[in-house]
């Protein structure tokens, strides 16, 4: 029987710095920096800790500290791209530490050398950029030092060399770590520590964006990280009147919202059953009679939209106006305002069965819980108006669709699926069930609502967020986390909008915007 049981050889704790931790400090800054002026004073370390305790981060194990990360904020004008590491510590005193500034200035990051190999720099480049995000600043900034260099300073220029270790082809026992750790390099500085033999007094200018940063840090009002958006699978049901069809509507707008939800969205011609109405007459001109409901539906459901607090994604319907024949959506804010978005893509059946024309113009629309795009379902299986969507930051793209066999659900589901991972965005999708006999060309009906998200780790395992029960009148309500998808944009697994080449390739929108 063993009777004394080994201990674990590290014991590692994350936590800010005290001023009794100060003999480890200098026992490692002795180390670390010996050719460029070793450690500082027991006076400049309560200089920190006396204008930022808690910007000073380290680890221990065991109780001694071994590696540690130093910071103050700055008012990143004040300096500029040409400052020396002296200016912005004002030579140890630390008094150009500003609480109201932007900019977290990365002063140091030291790790003892019996502790290299250990992530022990990645424990603290994440603990400062979660503080940068806490403390709702712009963006971490630190000159860095290129200790590397001196051994290529005579055949590359620093320009180049960064570039060489930015493509794996040198390491730098600074630099590729930074860009390791999502730093870019800003510019080049010269003078920034004369003392620095090694990096031949040059450094590097690095920065690292807070994708969370708020410009206006406001009580309220302030656009929303978490979404919640309700999807209608709308059954397509006989009714007698324009009032019954709009009796539904408010229904599932007082149901929807009920649940504070900020979006609620209805399926492609969600009121074709009024065109039961008319079957006495051609597909054409039954059709055009529905599009004189349009006017009165639209504005009646941007009243919900204000009574209810709720943005709602109209569908779509049809509109006629001046002899030609559209397919429109309109997003109903809840602050009283209204755009719309037409369907692009007019199918086959669409043109041949009732003359439909195809529009012209693709908008990014502003909201409160978001920036939005619409495409009305075929549309969706055009890659270019996603991304050109994309392009403008949009963090939900919502398709009301309409199809009548599940082959055809089939291509929007999953061009929309492609959509959202391609665009780095969310995907909602929602149609109509059950028959509708008497009405032509829109006689079935097949849905399976659901939405999408990128495929990431921070997302739902097979990308897709939730789906309704398919052919079922039902609602569909999600919460849609659009803090994820700016981490992604910058530090996902991989960056399908960042790293397009731009250099051979582009999409450009033809038409000039009205």
């Excluded at 400049?44 to 540690?68: H, P, S, W, Y």
């Excluded at 559209?326 to 059946?349: C, E, W």
Aim: some cysteine; glycine content about 6%.
């Amino acid at each position: 029987m063993v009777e004394n049981h080994q201990e674990l050889e590290h014991r590692l704790k994350l936590r800010t710095i005290k001023l009794s931790d100060y003999d480890d400090i200098k026992e490692i800054m002795n180390m670390v920096y010996a050719k460029v002026g070793g450690a500082w004073t027991k006076k400049e370390l309560t200089n920190l800790l006396k204008v930022f305790r808690e910007g000073q981060i380290c680890i221990e194990d065991r109780g001694k500290l071994v590696a540690a990360a130093l910071s103050i904020i700055v008012d990143y004008s004040d300096f500029g791209d040409q400052h020396t590491y002296d200016q912005i510590t004002n030579y140890g005193k630390f008094d150009t530490h500003d609480p109201e500034g932007d900019t977290l200035y990365g002063t140091d990051v030291f790790v003892h050398p019996d502790y290299r190999g250990m992530r022990l720099g990645r424990r603290l480049y994440d603990a400062r950029k979660e503080l940068c995000e806490n403390l709702n600043l712009r963006a971490i900034i630190a000159g860095g030092r290129i200790p590397g260099y001196a051994n290529y300073h005579k055949k590359l220029t620093p320009k180049q060399y960064i570039e060489k270790v930015r493509k794996k082809e040198i390491y730098d026992p600074v630099l590729s770590f930074q860009l390791a750790n999502e730093f870019h390099v800003r510019k080049v500085m010269t003078r920034y520590m004369p003392d620095d033999k090694a990096s031949k007094a040059y450094a590097t200018l690095l920065e690292w964006i807070n994708v969370y940063y708020e410009e206006e840090d406001k009580a309220f009002g302030r656009r929303k990280s978490l979404v919640r958006a309700g999807l209608v699978q709308w059954q397509m049901r006989r009714v007698r009147s324009v009032e019954d069809l709009l009796q539904q509507v408010e229904f599932f707008v007082d149901t929807v919202s009920s649940y504070n939800a900020d979006f609620v969205m209805f399926p492609e011609f969600f009121n074709a059953p009024l065109m039961a109405l008319f079957n006495e007459v051609n597909a054409p001109d039954a059709v055009r009679l529905l599009s004189d409901f349009t006017e009165r539906i639209r504005d009646e459901m941007l009243n919900m939209a204000v009574s209810y607090n709720i943005n709602i994604i109209c569908g779509s319907m049809p509109m006629y106006n001046d002899g030609e024949l559209y397919n429109v959506s309109f997003l109903a804010r809840r602050d009283g305002t209204m755009d719309m978005q037409y369907k692009l893509h007019i199918t086959p059946d669409e043109f041949s069965f009732w003359g439909m024309q195809g529009g012209d113009q693709l908008s990014v629309f502003e909201t409160d819980a978001g920036r939005i795009g619409i495409l009305i379902c075929y549309d969706v299986e055009f890659p270019e108006l996603s991304r050109i969507l994309a392009e403008q930051n949009m963090d939900i793209l919502f398709v009301p669709f309409w199809t009548d066999t599940k082959n055809a659900y089939l291509r929007v589901r999953r061009c929309a699926q492609a959509r959202a991972i391609e665009n780095e965005c969310y995907v909602a999708i929602t149609g109509s069930v059950g028959n509708l006999p008497r009405v032509e060309n829109m006689d079935i009906q097949y849905s399976q609502s659901a939405v999408f998200s990128p495929s990431d780790f921070s997302f739902p395992h097979d990308a897709v967020v939730a789906e309704a029960t398919p052919n079922t009148e039902t609602t569909l309500i999600v919460d849609l986390d659009l803090d994820l998808l700016k981490k992604l944009r910058t530090q996902g697994s991989v960056r399908n909008l960042q790293q397009r080449r731009l250099d051979l390739y582009s999409i450009k929108w033809k038409l000039l915007r009205k």
